[in-house]
């Protein structure tokens, strides 16, 4: 069984995509003015412009940690705090970001199954939050769209939260790392996902979808702007090659591109779905709605799958010895790999 490997570990285990390299092989040229004061970065923001429709300020950054943490920082004084899931990357994967770059902002942690909080857990934990100066003052609640379950929130999911929010003065961000798999994912628009709902800044993933490493902070709304310029700079993600940057989210955005590598990842992990959903060995923990598959595998399939070249996030067993695993297929994956995915599956789950 001499195979190839096949990285389903994350999606940032591909590189990235052609056009993403065109544009910024094409961008190289010539010399602009530094610091995104140049025509590939007002390319960017007038592209975001029309796939959100709408008036918004568009800020490039490397990672989606400082696309989070600086977003947040921002909304969200030292003395507040940042409502959002237990499992959120914000908590569990950016080592204190988001607490750093605010001075001190502090996670207000909610439970939820699936990956999501909900509205009346928001109301709840605000109806007690807050109001006198021994405790943090809540200033934002930020959700993730794909969750860190791989589902996504629906429509009225996302209003219902907004409107929260809202009522109590608290500004909404989304962490939007997979943001268009879930537009695909959910058939809306960009701006049916996130203003028309509330949604008052968004981390725009690309990273994971086909940029070299490019992000954008979105604001739709430019009273939270604010300090938002001085902050980039202080962390050090004010590119003074901007344009390179900005070109990786032009070659992005073009011709839908960026929809359309979403669709191949989705597609992927739902022919995987369909492959293994009523095989034994393996159980589906979560609605698979975009590129991410939570996983229970007996220990025959988790073998089966190793010795076929499988790589992928262990996260432990359960008492019957079952492990779980995250699976996520990137915009590269092929038909041959999914059905070998599924193949491996079934021959571990045969044997027992
Ligand atoms: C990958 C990811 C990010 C961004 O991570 P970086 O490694 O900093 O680019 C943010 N949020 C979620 C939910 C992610 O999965």
């Not at 970065?41 to 568009?58: D, I, K, N, Y």
């Not at 947040?72 to 204190?96: F, Q």
Request: aromatic fraction near 8%.
């Amino acid at each position: 069984m001499s195979q190839q490997m096949v990285n389903f570990a994350s999606d940032n285990a591909s590189g990235a995509a052609p056009e993403v390299l065109e544009a910024v092989f094409a961008a190289n040229d010539g010399r602009t003015m530094p610091y995104g004061n140049d025509h590939h970065t007002e390319a960017t923001s007038q592209r975001l412009a029309e796939v959100f429709e709408c008036a918004l300020t568009a800020f490039p950054v490397a990672t989606g940690t400082a696309a989070n943490a600086l977003a947040l920082a921002t909304v969200t004084p030292s003395h507040g705090s940042v409502i959002c899931h237990r499992h959120a990357h914000i908590e569990v994967s950016e080592c204190g970001a988001p607490e750093f770059f605010s001075g001190g902002g502090k996670l207000a942690l909610l439970d939820g199954a699936d990956g999501r909080i909900d509205a009346a857990s928001l109301a709840a934990s605000l109806a007690t939050a807050g109001g006198s100066v021994h405790s943090v003052q809540p200033a934002a609640v930020s959700i993730t769209q794909l969750t860190e379950a791989g589902t996504t929130y629906s429509v009225d999911q996302i209003r219902a939260i907004c409107e929260v929010a809202h009522d109590h003065g608290l500004v909404v961000h989304m962490d939007g790392a997979r943001f268009a798999n879930a537009v695909v994912s959910l058939g809306v628009t960009p701006a049916e996902m996130t203003w028309k709902l509330g949604v008052d800044v968004l981390s725009f993933g690309a990273t994971k979808n086909g940029a070299l490493s490019a992000e954008a902070v979105i604001f739709f709304n430019r009273q939270h702007v604010d300090s938002f310029e001085f902050k980039r700079k202080r962390s050090g993600h004010l590119f003074s090659k901007m344009r390179l940057l900005s070109a990786q989210l032009n070659g992005y955005l073009e011709n839908d591109n960026w929809l359309r590598y979403a669709a191949a990842a989705n597609a992927a992990a739902a022919r995987i779905v369909d492959g293994i959903a009523n095989l034994p060995g393996v159980t589906i923990k979560h609605q698979v709605d975009g590129n991410q598959l939570f996983l229970l595998l007996s220990p025959g399939v988790l073998k089966a799958l190793l010795d076929d070249g499988f790589q992928f996030y262990q996260r432990g067993a359960d008492a019957d010895g079952r492990v779980h695993a995250r699976v996520v297929t990137p915009f590269t994956t092929t038909i041959e790999e999914t059905d070998r995915f599924v193949a491996a599956v079934r021959r571990g789950g045969s044997n027992g």
